[in-house]
């Protein structure tokens, strides 16, 4: 809970003022929790950490600092015809005194106020106030079917759960555990046997929302692991970066970096169909300073090196057999192939970050109308802390060393005889029209 309460859910805003009044009281944001399987499966991972509390007879008791607030969905009668309505003052409509709702015998210890209190608000809402777990439990019990719905309320409105629970607001668990520790030996020698004994039950409860903290934290890890996938433009940004540090002096960390064909379907990808459908997104070619061409395949779950391109049947054509591992960027891939690359590209480190700020600050300004300086990025070369101020002057050539990168384009283009009209033919068969070499390739796969 706490922190990992905003990295696990995937929040959504809030529309509308009907459900603002919906999700009631207690602190509510503008962002209500989205409607997904991620969201759904972190509801039960709750409903059972609620149960687990409420079955331990120490921890099920502990009072929270500050009540847990939300509009319950859950009626008065829910509670009178329940196992636990001796343990209920029960209203079920209003008297002159007293506003429709339910009031728990048992009190806090603090400020005498009831453990559980639901009572009926502006709008016909039942806003509870709610502290301890054994509380939460039985309202979400109560709730029967709607127990998601009631849960999702809960959270809706207490975003920082610990700062209710312990007093430690802004604060995850861990610093909780530590604080309601410290009181507890502060309060050791001169607190009642009762007072220390309310302080050892925060300190449980504490202990296990912590648990329960970690265990949300890895799965959040986890969930971002899964769901990562690379998409076109994030293949477009790394090449056009790199294509920044392409040149043909040995301080370059490539000679040139382009894609295999200069063909982009309606989508952007530069795969053909019949191989997106395998999760592919475009072909690269890379030409280091110190080893031979290799072609580099990017799918939505990283690159990988290819065949490469060739002669099969009189034409020459792209292997799509993936050779090594798949790298989650074609940074990494790159450095597996070619050891200059790997030793100038670490010691550019500082001038490739800079180049990735100033790339999104010109998708930035272009977003406002703006354009940004493409000579920027060329010029940042010249801030590199490098002592050799030889290499300096050379590796000023991020923005030669495009110009060099657009000239090994050139000769790559002249390699291919014929070009974008060479690549335009081969694109244009059909998966029918695909040639027995490909096929065989296809059953490889």
């Known amino acids: 809970m706490g922190g990992s309460l905003s990295s696990r859910p995937v929040w959504t805003a809030r529309y509308g003022t009907q459900a603002a009044a919906a999700a009631g009281g207690g602190g509510g944001s503008n962002e209500v929790l989205a409607s997904n399987p991620q969201n759904e499966q972190l509801l039960y991972e709750l409903l059972a950490l609620t149960q687990?509390?409420?079955?331990?007879?120490?921890?099920?008791?502990?009072?929270?600092?500050?009540?847990f607030q939300w509009a319950s969905t859950v009626r008065p009668a829910a509670f009178k015809s329940s196992r636990y309505a001796a343990e209920y003052d029960v209203r079920e409509t209003a008297t002159v005194a007293d506003k429709a709702g339910v009031s728990s015998k048992a009190t806090r210890v603090s400020d005498g106020a009831p453990l559980l209190k639901l009572e009926l608000g502006d709008g016909g809402v039942f806003l509870a106030k709610v502290s301890s777990f054994r509380q939460v439990q039985r309202l979400f019990e109560l709730a029967g079917d709607g127990k998601l719905r009631e849960i999702q309320q809960a959270i809706q409105s207490n975003r920082d759960p610990i700062a209710n629970v312990a007093g430690v607001a802004n604060a995850g668990p861990g610093k909780a555990l530590m604080e309601v520790f410290q009181d507890l030996e502060k309060q050791s020698s001169v607190a009642s046997e009762a007072a220390r004994d309310r302080h050892r039950a925060l300190f449980q409860l504490v202990l296990q929302l912590n648990a329960f903290d970690q265990k949300l934290l890895q799965s959040s890890v986890k969930v971002l692991q899964e769901t990562h996938r690379l998409n076109m433009e994030g293949v477009r940004e790394e090449v056009e970066l790199l294509g920044q540090f392409a040149g043909s002096d040995d301080t370059s960390p490539l000679h040139s970096i382009d894609y295999e064909s200069e063909y982009a379907f309606t989508n952007g990808c530069r795969a053909p169909p019949w191989r997106q459908v395998y999760g592919e997104l475009a072909y690269i070619e890379v030409v280091p300073n110190d080893s031979d061409r290799f072609y580099v395949t990017a799918t939505t779950e990283g690159y990988f090196v290819n065949g490469g391109r060739q002669n099969a049947q009189g034409s020459e054509r792209l292997d799509y057999t993936k050779e090594g591992q798949v790298q989650p960027t074609l940074v990494a891939l790159i450095k597996t192939k070619s050891d200059h690359f790997k030793k100038t590209i670490e010691q550019q480190?500082?001038?490739?970050?800079?180049?990735?700020?100033?790339?999104?600050?010109?998708?930035?300004?272009?977003?406002?109308?703006?354009?940004?300086?493409?000579?920027?990025?060329?010029?940042?070369?010249?801030?590199?802390?490098?002592?050799?101020?030889?290499?300096?002057d050379d590796g000023a050539g991020g923005g030669g060393g495009k110009s060099a990168g657009k000239g090994g384009r050139g000769d790559k283009k002249g390699d291919k005889k014929g070009g974008a009209k060479k690549q335009d033919d081969e694109y244009s068969d059909s998966d029918a029209d695909m040639s027995e070499a490909e096929e065989g390739q296809e059953k490889k796969r």
């Open 52 to 67: 687990q509390i409420a079955d331990d007879k120490t921890a099920a008791d502990a009072e929270f600092v500050n009540p």
């Open 349 to 392: 480190r500082y001038v490739y970050e800079k180049a990735l700020e100033l790339k999104a600050a010109e998708e930035q300004n272009e977003t406002t109308g703006k354009r940004g300086d493409a000579a920027e990025i060329s010029m940042i070369a010249q801030h590199d802390d490098d002592d050799d101020d030889d290499a300096l």
